[in-house]
């Protein structure tokens, strides 16, 4: 099936992201898929007329989670499998699903992708919040992991099961830090906002016992909400 599950409206123009299987069509733009089901990233005006479309993805499932838009470049995460084409960026997975974070310019063009991943042949890892700092120079997204993650510059072990964490990453996609939450048992950061370039808020699900910097927090029951800020 075909799905839009994320939307950014800023400057009188709309940016929509989803997933799709065999290709589709946006207005006036046919995008084929490359594999399973490829991911894409459309903009219009307010009066929904298209200004571009692009897509990427690989022979694998590949998801975009959410997008955002700062100093007029889109920044997208999601999670793909196996290896993904963005633009002339290719990733490689390292788990059943690694994360990816993406950006395309103001006029739809791919400028840079990396990937998150580490976790082994059973970890399915990925990205589910993403925003940036109002001047457009910082970006952070928040998922999970499982066992570890590796984005390159940084690397952190899970406490047990999945954790989850915000990454830091600059607007050239060079990552400057991560963060982790969590315990033995399913926990995940699913959604963030920047509130000020100094001020991150966050929130998700966590399950028991969970570490977050010095401090451990203890769930009321299976599953709990939490919220932090950074």
Avoid: C
Wanted: glycine share 16%; hydrophobic share 35%; aromatic share 10%.
């Amino acid at each position: 099936p075909d799905f839009a599950n994320a939307i950014k409206v800023t400057n009188n123009e709309v940016y929509v992201g989803g997933g799709f299987l065999g290709s589709i069509t946006l207005a006036s733009t046919t995008l084929p898929s490359a594999g399973q089901s490829d991911l894409y990233v459309v903009n219009m005006d307010t009066n929904f007329s298209q200004d571009w479309a692009e897509s990427a993805g690989g022979l694998g499932s590949d998801v975009l989670s959410d997008l955002t838009v700062s100093d007029n470049k889109t920044f997208i995460t999601g999670a793909f499998r196996n290896t993904a084409s963005f633009g002339t960026s290719s990733l490689v997975s390292t788990g059943q699903s690694d994360v990816f974070v993406a950006s395309l310019s103001e006029a739809g063009n791919w400028l840079w992708a990396i990937a998150g991943g580490g976790g082994g042949s059973t970890a399915f890892d990925q990205g589910f919040g993403i925003d940036a700092t109002p001047t457009g120079d910082t970006v952070y997204v928040g998922g999970y992991y499982l066992n570890s993650i590796d984005f390159g510059n940084v690397s952190i072990s899970s406490n047990g099961g999945y954790d989850g964490f915000v990454l830091k990453v600059d607007t050239s996609g060079t990552d400057h830090g991560i963060m982790t939450i969590g315990g033995v048992a399913t926990d995940a950061v699913y959604d963030l906002d920047v509130i000020t370039d100094e001020l991150i808020s966050f929130a998700g699900q966590m399950e028991g016992n969970v570490v977050y910097g010095d401090s451990t927090y203890s769930s009321n029951g299976n599953l709990d909400a939490f919220m932090g800020k950074l």
